[in-house]
């Protein structure tokens, strides 16, 4: 338990350093930061896109609409928040909702890699193609969300990796729910070979 305490005080100092010096210009636009949130010690990282309207009002990570969804899709594999890292590849809510511009995204990189570089674990999930596009430009997630990409790169925590459509893309879309339902249920088969 202390080794837990002390592990998520400093993913706390790692984002305390971030909100200090990061230059997004999104910053000016923000109500405020919106750094990941969970486990110190979780298995599993999801990486999102950009806050949203209520994780910019509360500082956590998917609290809105996609965020419930996601909550539910953990609960069908047995998990909980709690047991997972969740963050973003932007810490900041862009404007309207937009897209993150290839700079935003590279002016949070640093926040991203030392959260990962922390926590070490052993799979990533991409929520969308945002996210999965920052590591991994080439490929389409039409073609790779569902699947297990194992890729070496250099100076980095973990060579697992599996991609989501974003969940905030199902709100409205039943066969999309549906989709990112039987692709979420693959992720503890995943797992479980990794550990
Ligand atoms: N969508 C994201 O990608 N991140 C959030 O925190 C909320 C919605």
Redesign the pocket.
Known sequence: MAKVDSASQTLQKIHAKWMAKCTCKLRKTATRA?PGSGSSAADIVFI?????KK?DLTGL????A??KFLDEMLATVKLDRKDVY?T?IVKYRPPNNRDPFPEEIRSCAGWLRDELTFIQPKLIVF??RH?MHQFFPDLKISEVHGTHIEQKIPNFPTEHFFALY?P?AALYNGSMRELLFSDFKKIPSILRKLK
């Open positions: 919106v999102g896109e950009a806050p949203g994780e990570p998917f609290v809105g996609a965020g969740i973003s929520l969308g996210a974003h905030a």
